[in-house]
């Protein structure tokens, strides 16, 4: 079942604190952020009505919002997500042959997922980071500057951690 | 060496903390603009500065600030736009991850100057963990006495928030910010009314840019009218440019608008020149949406004389013959880039990020798109070039916001300057497809550098 934990449901109370009385349609994305990281990734229908009855929302106002936002998954993913970029400044420092090298290295195509689970393929448009091309998110954080080697490396680094 | 007003301290060691950040002379502006001068003074003061909004349009802070309507009894609001989306920009980021307080000290005083009580950082989904240093920062700001209630006693309350988008290039445009900000899809509205009179929840709100808040600090510190003395022109205060693509040290710098574009790429305080020895073939000086120019119309004007790293050098020309200073994403293409390709993949990427709401953006930015990728791809006829013109033509005015230019601009800048290009890439399709143009009439004017 879908449920926030204690503290989560705290945090949604904070969250609607930012906004002045009767706004808290506003808690909606960072409801939603929040929800996704928590049911593994992605918002599934229940998911998007659970947060729909905390925020005293019609379940349609959600929808209409979780479909818009590109960062909101609307499939179960892979544990982890390569995000990588494929705008201009990102294709001129070759950003293409590292999303090749990714797809044949895990055998996937864009918007895929291996066979374990772990990795989901998506090609984003440009995410801020130009001038640290070619780069992808991952999870949280940006890794920049890619080459194969550090391709190789991330993959390596999250079977690992993945493991244990 | 330029005078630096935004990122002089960025890498004294834990500039991040109030605590080196304030031993630094952090957040006089809000000492001295709160205790000594009236909100209406602080607004005077940005407006004797100068300041245009660094956010893309240019448009002077300090009027902006002065047409917020204040009604009584009604709430206003200051919404800092922290979306930062446009292909090729990455100073925003920049500056909030190595000198977040600058921009939270700058928001202080803006509040105070417009009356906000709650203001808002807007900031992409994408830069999640910028969140937790903006988070911080204002923590500490109000452990201080700067944020919260009676802020250094002089009744000024202020709190601000950090919200996180989701992932939409739209919610860069103002109005769909302030949608987004309310829990709805970004989809643009109807201008007027401008948000000056009716923005978030329906009460007066002033959007800026991340840049322009900052900016506010030195020129409370510094005063306004020695603000307008650095630069040149209409172009005054130092700007944050954003460098990427063929260059030897792509990043962000700050300039004081007085250097020419040349000395920008090539002098090693900045871009450090092209790397390999290869030479510039084009530049798209002001983010994704600026028209993009060949190296010898971006050197110089077409009346010859060297341009400028400012608002009016780069725009001189128009469209015909130059670009626009835009949001400082400066992206520099050498002589082995594909002109098509690139703009293929800015096509692609306006199409993506189309809200979808009028006709001409959504389906022009479709159709140009696949028309780019027949021609990229060799499938492409001449006729297709006229008609790739033509759709440009008709999205551009057209729309409710300003998307729709954003995705035309691109395109007909591409063709205004680089036909020959898209010809060759029609009549020469197989071999198209495993070298590229080259440099052609708009070679770079400047001799091959002499490298090791
Ligand atoms: C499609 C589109 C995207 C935009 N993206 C941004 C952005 O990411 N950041 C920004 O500050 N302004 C952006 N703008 C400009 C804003 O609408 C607005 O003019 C700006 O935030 C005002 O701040 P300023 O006056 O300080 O520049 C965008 C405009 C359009 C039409
Ligand atoms: S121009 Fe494009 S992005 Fe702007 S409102 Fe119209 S459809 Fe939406
Ligand atoms: S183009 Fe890839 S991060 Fe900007």
Not at chain 2, 306 to 332: C, H, K, P, W
Request: glycine share 10%; aromatic share 8%; hydrophobic share 35%.
């Amino acid at each position: 079942m879908v449920q926030f934990s204690d503290e989560q449901l705290k945090k949604v109370q904070e969250i609607v604190a930012r906004y002045p009385d009767g706004k808290q349609k506003s808690a909606l994305i960072p409801v939603l952020h929040l929800a996704q990281e928590t049911f593994g990734g992605w918002l599934s229908a229940e998911t998007m009505d659970y947060v729909a009855s905390l925020l005293k929302l019609e379940p349609i106002e959600v929808y209409e919002v979780a479909t818009f936002y590109s960062m909101y998954n609307l499939k179960p993913v892979g544990r982890y997500i390569f995000e990588v970029c494929q705008t201009g400044p990102c294709m001129v420092k070759g950003s293409d042959d590292i999303i090749d090298y990714i797809k044949s290295t895990l055998g996937i195509g864009v918007g895929e997922t291996t066979s374990d689970g772990l990795f989901t393929l998506k090609t984003v448009e440009c995410l801020g980071a130009c001038g640290y091309a070619p780069m992808m998110q991952l999870g949280k954080h940006y890794r920049e500057h890619l080459t194969k080697e550090k391709v190789d490396g991330i993959i390596a680094e999250l079977r690992a951690k993945a493991a244990n | 060496m330029g005078r630096k007003l935004l990122l002089e301290k960025a890498h004294v060691e834990g500039i991040r903390t109030y605590e080196v950040y304030r031993r630094e002379g952090g957040y006089a502006s809000v000492e001295k603009a709160l205790k000594s001068m009236s909100p209406d003074q602080v607004t005077e003061e940005v407006k004797k500065s100068g300041l245009r909004g660094r956010g893309g349009a240019g448009f002077p802070a300090g009027m902006k600030w002065s047409f917020l309507a204040k009604p009584e009894g009604v709430p206003r609001y200051l919404v800092c736009n922290a979306d930062e989306s446009e292909p090729g920009t990455f100073k925003d980021r920049y500056l909030m991850e190595f000198i977040p307080h600058l921009l939270i000290e700058g928001l202080i005083v803006a509040s105070y100057a417009l009356g906000s009580e709650r203001t808002y950082i807007y900031i992409r989904g994408e830069y999640a963990w910028i969140v937790d240093i903006l988070e911080q920062a204002i923590a500490e700001a109000n452990q201080a006495g700067f944020l919260g209630k009676n802020i250094l006693g002089t009744g000024f309350n202020c709190q601000i928030y950090v919200q996180r988008g989701a992932g939409a290039y739209i919610c860069g445009e103002e109005t769909a910010l302030l949608e987004s900000l309310e829990g709805k899809r970004g989809n643009p509205r109807i201008k007027p009314p401008f948000p000056a009179v009716k923005g978030l929840w329906d009460c007066p709100t002033v959007v800026n840019n991340v840049e322009t808040l900052a900016a506010v600090v030195p020129i409370i510190n510094i005063g306004g009218e020695e603000y307008a003395k650095i630069g040149v022109g209409k172009s005054t205060g130092t700007k944050l440019i954003s460098a990427c693509g063929n260059i030897n040290k792509p990043g962000v710098y700050e300039i004081d608008m007085t250097i020419s574009v040349e000395e920008f790429i090539y002098s090693d305080e900045y871009c450090g020149g092209i790397p390999n020895g290869k030479r510039l073939k084009a530049c798209i000086p002001g983010g994704s949406s600026v028209p993009i120019l060949p190296a010898n119309l971006l050197l110089k004007t077409a009346k010859g004389e060297q341009r400028m790293m400012n608002y009016e050098s780069l725009a001189d020309g128009g469209f015909a013959t130059g670009s626009m200073m835009g949001s400082g994403g400066f992206i520099v293409l050498d002589e082995d880039q594909c002109v098509v390709r690139n703009t293929l993949t800015l096509a692609r990427f306006y199409r993506h990020e189309s809200c979808g709401q009028c006709s001409p953006c959504r389906e022009g930015t479709g159709w140009m798109e696949k028309i780019l990728k027949n021609i990229e791809t060799g499938k492409g006829k001449k006729s297709d070039i006229d008609l790739l013109w033509d759709i440009q033509r008709k999205i551009e005015g057209n729309t409710i916001c300003p998307l729709g230019d954003a995705a035309a601009w691109p395109v007909a800048a591409a063709i205004r300057h680089f036909r020959d290009e898209f010809e060759w890439h029609v009549n020469n399709p197989v071999e198209s497809q495993h070298r590229n143009f080259g440099l052609a009439h708009y070679a770079d004017p400047l001799p091959v550098p002499v490298t090791a």
